[in-house]
C-alpha cells in the first residue's frame, strides 16, 4: 500500500520486534511518519536506524509516566499524533492452568497489556482530536475469542481489551477519533517461538486458508484501519486468523 498513509504521524507501542516491527516498517513503507517505543533498546535503535522516518524511545508500559514521557516525546517528534498502534503486550502465563498462576504474574500481565492499552491510549487524545483524523487500532488477539487454555491472564487480558475498544470508540467518538481493535491468530515471529508444536499445528489445521499466518497477514487490515477508508468504522472487532476464528 505505497503512500496510503503519506505523512500521516503514528506512534507503535512494542515495535523494535515481531508483528510491532512488522507494523513499523508497514507505516514507513506506505508513507507514514512514525515514532515507536519498546523495552528491548538495542533492537529499537537497530531498527531506527534502517528507517529514516521511523523514531525509537525507550517505553515500558507497566511505568503510567514513561507512558506520557514517551507520547510526548513522539508527538514532539513527529508534530502531532494522527494514529496510535497498540501492539506491546506480555504473556508470561503461557503453558499453565489457572489453578497453577500466582496473583503476580496475573498482576504483571494486566498491568501491561490492559492498563498500558487504556493509559497509551488517554495519553495520545488530546493529540489525535488535534489531528481531525486520529485513528487507534489496538492489537487484541483470538485467543479471547475461542478461549485458549493454559494462556488464561493473556487470553483475559485480550478480552478487556476488546471490551475496552467499544467504550472507548464511544467516548472517543466525540473527539472525532476512531477506536477499532485487530484479533491476529498464532502468526509467526520471535514472540510466538514459546508456543508448543501442537499448538501450531492446532491453528493451521483449524483455519479456513491452511497456511501458517505471517505478519504481513495483519499489516493491511491495520493500515487500513488507520487510513481515511476507515473513518466511519469505530468500536470493530477484525478477526485475523485465516478463518481459524469467524466473527
Known sequence: MPDALKDRR?????????????????????????????????????????????????????DPQRIAGFVEQSAHALGGIDGLINNAAITNSGGKFAD?????????VMNVNVRGTWLASTACLPHLKASGRGAIVNIASDTAMWGAPKLLAYVASKGAVIAMTRSLAREF?????????IAPGLTEVEATAYVPAERHEYYLKGRALTRPQVPDDVNGPVLFLLSDAARFVTGQLLPVNGGFVMN
Open 173 to 181: 467518538g466525540a473527539s472525532n477519533v476512531t477506536v477499532n481493535a
Open 10 to 62: 503514528v506512534i507503535v507501542t512494542g515495535g523494535a520486534r515481531g508483528l510491532g516491527a512488522a507494523f513499523v516498517r508497514a507505516l514507513v513503507a506506505s508513507g507514514a511518519r512514525v515514532a515507536f517505543g519498546d523495552v528491548l533498546h538495542e533492537e529499537g535503535e537497530a531498527l531506527a536506524r534502517d528507517l529514516p522516518d521511523a523514531h525509537f524511545f525507550p517505553l515500558d508500559l507497566n
Open 100 to 108: 497453577e498462576l500466582t496473583p503476580q504474574t496475573w498482576d504483571a
